[in-house]
């Protein structure tokens, strides 16, 4: 069980020796490197200089030197002195709904046409889920290294049976042990059943053929209870709170409830059918509003997503874990979903759905209501975008000698100032796993060496072999940052901690944290995440700033795959379909670029 601000200790981490506490990095070292980061920002040079003098003070006056003990003292019996405040500050604190802000979302490989396709597709798919989940709960999955340091593997743990529950100003996240969590919440038409997914008597879970057996008999319920439930997980998270509450007065919502809350999963078996790879996106992350799939959802769990023709995705309520280890169990679900030795089906033995009732009062409908107005004014005002490339990849990059990742998010610098004229903050995640219960660290892309760069690209008077120069020390300077920050040399997450110890102790905030360049380098214009992956998914979440994109990619060795997003309304001339057309540009003028200067 997991409460506000507090995590327990999960099996899969004690599996994973010699993973050490999170850091706390030397003030100056995080002040310095802060500074470094704000001179491609800066508006003028008198903004930059006010900047260094603030961050000066702030270490001469003391407080910096206050805050860092503090932060130190903090950090001194834990393993990871961030853990609960990210949880609460990142996460549950957040308001706004979780739908397209918070939550990420990663489209399935478009399956082979066949006859009962959502059908046969949810339930092999569901297997292999189930299959993983077996590991998860033996610890059979082998610890991941990087560069044969083990990574900590507690996020493992919170993949199946977490629930987000709304509450006034602080939501709380539980885990439910496997023991309280064998059955799977099936959403078809809105109605939502409860499917057993194990054999009593094995203890196992069913066959593919019960488990279709199952989904068939969803499909074919008529529809009389209210189907418009789930829209309330789509509302601010405060309203859903007030609301959640109301719901929990009455008994039969009460179990109705409990029973989604403590879940494997969701299954979503959807009507749409999405033909092209931006509206499996679309359906993937917000269902295409309330007259469409947004109400077979419950956005506070994950979700299994299946359209009527077998495209489809997961999307991940976001407090339990980060993109990579829900990729990584994607990955191996879907890779061996049919593969090794099938449990005998039950056949007619087999359980049968539960349909889980609702009682809802005048206020609750009008809830409901307002969150369907309020779903489709967030689904109108976002837009999403498949970026693919299909003719440069990683062998390419590498070909040039340089990094995959740190190469396209240079090319992504260029893009933006060819769209905008002018550096942004830029956030790309890193994970921090080296460390014990470690999440991410902020890798700030936009550098001195990267605005050098753009600026050069488009330059008549540079030449080939100089702009070759200056995106080589471009990827150079991202690259040192991104093995810093996975190190725990990073500075957001330290900036962060030493704010907190002011706000703990009633202190006013320096002028160094208010300063408008702390900021606007802080503002995440261009919020982008890697997520290395075999198959070809698209990745996708929303813009963390209203004139601002949200980009996740997947580099593969001969392609790239993106989802892009931006608002349509008071995003300060942001376009997904814009920045799609001109990063595609911006990769491939580089890759000339580089040849050439090899010529």
């Not at 200089?49 to 407080?63: H, I, P, Y």
């Not at 693919?388 to 990059?397: L, R």
Request: hydrophobic letters at 40%.
């Amino acid at each position: 069980l997991m409460h506000r601000g507090a995590v327990r200790i999960f099996s899969m981490a004690a599996k994973t020796t010699g993973v050490p506490k999170l850091p706390v990095p030397p003030l100056a070292q995080t002040i310095q490197k802060y500074l470094k980061t704000v001179v491609p920002l800066a508006t003028s040079q008198a903004e930059l200089e006010n900047t260094r003098a603030l961050a000066a003070r702030f270490q001469e006056d003391g407080t910096g030197a206050r805050l860092q003990a503090g932060l130190q003292e903090h950090a001194a019996n834990k393993d990871n002195w961030l853990e609960s405040w990210w949880l609460s500050v990142a996460y549950l604190t957040y308001r706004s709904p979780v739908v397209v802000h918070s939550n990420p979302g990663f489209t399935f490989v478009d399956p082979e046409p066949r006859e009962d396709v959502q059908v046969k597709r949810a339930a092999e798919i569901l297997f292999g889920m189930l299959a993983y989940k077996e590991q998860v709960d033996s610890g059979s999955i082998a610890v991941e290294t990087v560069r044969n340091a083990p990574l900590c593997m507690g996020q493992y743990d919170r993949i199946f049976s977490a629930c987000r529950i709304p509450r006034p100003g602080e939501d709380e996240l539980k885990v439910y042990p496997r023991s309280e969590s064998r059955h799977v919440i099936v959403a078809h038409a809105g109605q939502f059943f409860s499917i057993d997914v194990y054999n009593h008597a094995t203890g196992k879970p069913l066959a593919i053929k019960d488990l279709e057996q199952q989904l068939r008999a969803v499909v074919a319920t008529p529809v009389t209870q209210p189907n418009t439930v789930g829209l309330l997980t789509s509302e601010h998270r405060d309203i859903w709170a007030t609301l959640h509450a109301d719901l929990e007065k009455n008994a039969t919502n009460r179990k109705t409830l409990e029973t989604i809350r403590r879940a494997i999963l969701v299954l979503n078996l959807d009507a749409a059918a999405p033909r092209t790879h931006t509206e499996t996106i679309e359906l993937t992350i917000h269902g295409g509003g309330a007259a469409h799939a947004s109400a077979n959802r419950w956005f506070d769990k994950m979700q299994v997503i299946i359209a009527k023709n077998g495209k489809g995705g997961i999307l991940f309520e976001h407090s339990p874990l980060d993109a990579v280890v829900g990729i990584n169990m994607m990955e191996a679900a879907t890779a061996e979903l049919c593969h090794g030795a099938q449990p005998a089906p039950l056949g007619p033995a087999a359980p049968a759905p539960t349909l889980l009732a609702w009682e809802l009062t005048p206020a609750i409908d009008a809830g409901i209501r307002a969150a369907a107005a309020n779903l489709d004014t967030l689904v109108n005002d976002v837009s999403f975008q498949a970026f693919h490339i299909t003719t440069f990849g990683k062998d390419q990059m590498k070909k040039h000698g340089l990094s995959p990742d740190a190469f396209f998010q240079i090319a992504l610098q260029l893009a933006y100032y060819r769209l905008h004229g002018r550096a942004c903050g830029t956030y790309e995640t890193a994970h921090t796993r080296l460390f014990a219960r470690g999440r991410t660290e902020t890798i700030r892309t936009a550098s001195s060496a990267s605005l050098a760069f753009v600026k050069a690209m488009d330059c008549p008077a540079a030449t080939r072999a100089s702009r070759a120069k200056l995106f080589r020390e471009a990827v150079a300077a991202h690259s040192d940052y991104t093995r810093e920050a996975m190190e725990g040399r990073g500075i957001d997450r330290h900036l962060l901690g030493l704010r907190l110890i002011a706000r703990q102790r009633g202190e006013p905030m320096h002028a160094f944290f208010t300063d408008p360049l702390f900021a606007r380098s802080s503002t995440w214009n261009l919020s982008t995440s890697t997520v290395p992956m075999a198959h070809n998914s698209f990745p996708a979440f929303g813009p963390v700033v209203a004139d601002g994109y949200g980009l996740c990619y997947n580099v593969k060795p001969d392609a790239i795959l993106a989802g892009i997003s931006s608002f349509r309304t008071l995003n300060g001339g942001t376009s997904a379909a814009r920045l799609a057309e001109t990063l595609r540009q911006s990769l491939l003028d580089i890759n000339l670029t580089l040849t050439e200067a090899k010529l």
